[in-house]
């Protein structure tokens, strides 16, 4: 098993793409309200490290189909690209966390993150994952990044069963951003006070569909 960026190196990674520290990730070590209430807040950004097994494959596809069909309404402020690299949905949980959440952080003022968020906001999702391809700093960090603390660097098309989604509050709704989606998830209605809650209210629902299933991970950007 292999994912590109494990949370450990999610700080590290970030302060080389010129993100200050003044929100910082920390471990979510379980979904009932004694363990939630023991992270501190606020919270704006969920990441999620989860298996991708034949049920979820199968309930994406459903999914997709269903909101396909029926439509939702996505805030045209979301920040959302696709996933087109292999191996990288940790930099992309990473991109979605801060992209849509650009008032709370703050940056150096060169920093590369900021800069690659500014010229890609406009582009459409598949664009801005054009971009991020070409985008060297970026590129350059996440490798030195993801082979830190492994023994043997994973080819980039090696096959990752283990995959990085984030959830994000914009403008009072939540929303699940997956790079191998389609189009943001978006799920109900959230507030700054409730986002912790309800952010892993829908990551219970993915523990459910797996009940067998250990391999799962969340961690929360938290203010420092």
């Known amino acids: ?55 979820y494959e199968s309930f994406r596809l459903e999914e997709e189909a269903k909101i396909k069909a029926q439509g939702q309404d996505v805030s045209p402020d979301v920040y959302f690209m696709k996933q087109t690299i292999g191996n990288a949905c940790g930099t992309i949980g990473l991109i979605h966390a801060v992209a849509n959440n650009q008032e709370h952080l703050e940056f150096e003022t060169d920093s590369p993150l900021k800069m690659f968020l500014v010229q890609s ?46 959830f994000v509050n914009v403008g009072g709704h939540l929303y699940e951003l997956d790079g191998r989606k389609p189009f943001p998830i978006a799920h109900g209605k959230t507030s700054e006070v409730r986002f912790l809650e309800d952010a892993t209210e829908v990551c219970k629902t993915f523990m459910a569909r797996d009940p067998q299933e250990l391999r799962f991970t969340v961690v929360a950007l938290s203010k420092a």
């Not at 970030?14 to 501190?40: A, C, I, N």
Request: one cysteine or more.
């Open 1 to 55: 098993m292999h994912d590109d960026l494990t949370p450990i190196f999610f700080p590290k990674f970030l302060r080389q793409l010129g993100l200050l520290p003044t929100w910082q990730f920390g471990d979510v070590y379980g979904m009932d309200p004694e363990l939630l209430s023991m992270v501190p807040r606020p919270v704006c950004a969920v990441l999620l490290l989860f298996p991708v097994t034949e049920k």
């Open 121 to 166: 906001t406009k582009l459409s999702p598949e664009n801005k994952a054009t971009f991020l391809e070409k985008d060297e700093s970026i590129r350059v960090t996440h490798e030195s990044s993801a082979q830190e603390g492994q023994t043997e660097a994973p080819s980039l098309d090696e096959k990752v069963d283990l995959h990085f989604i984030a």
